[in-house]
């Protein structure tokens, strides 16, 4: 069964970047029918998509455009690099693997890791 784990949350100033990374237990983010992605969830609200990579293509949520990049160095990392964080940025920030086609049944999300930004 494919796991995620995030790292990389933390306390931080309005201003300053952080890098989240998403490690699975095997190499699916090399694969091309799975996507990939992350979401936060602010105290209060609903989840809300951040960055998402399907098929090669990247969507990126108005909030967050020109200050996020999603990326990954291989098939087992995904990063969410953060940069002039903002205090509504603070949420917990989750990554999913969600497949297409021959692995549309996996559909997984990570623990969680707490992002705040201070004003």
């Known amino acids: 069964q494919v796991q995620l784990v995030e790292s990389g949350g933390g306390l931080v100033q309005a201003g300053e970047s952080l890098r989240l990374s998403c490690a699975a237990s095997g190499n699916i983010f090399a694969i091309n029918v799975i996507d990939y992605g992350w979401y936060r969830q602010a105290p209060g609200k609903q989840r809300e998509l951040v960055a998402t990579?399907?098929?090669?293509?990247t969507n990126y949520a108005d909030s967050v455009k020109g200050r996020f990049t999603i990326s990954r160095d291989n098939g087992k990392t995904v990063y969410l690099q953060m940069n002039s964080l903002k205090p509504e940025d603070t949420a917990v920030y989750y990554c999913?693997?969600?497949?297409?086609?021959?692995?549309?049944?996996?559909?997984?999300w990570g623990q969680g890791t707490q992002v705040t930004v201070s004003s």
């Open positions: 999913n693997a969600n497949g297409r086609q021959s692995w549309r049944g996996l559909n997984v």
């Open positions: 990579t399907s098929g090669g293509t």
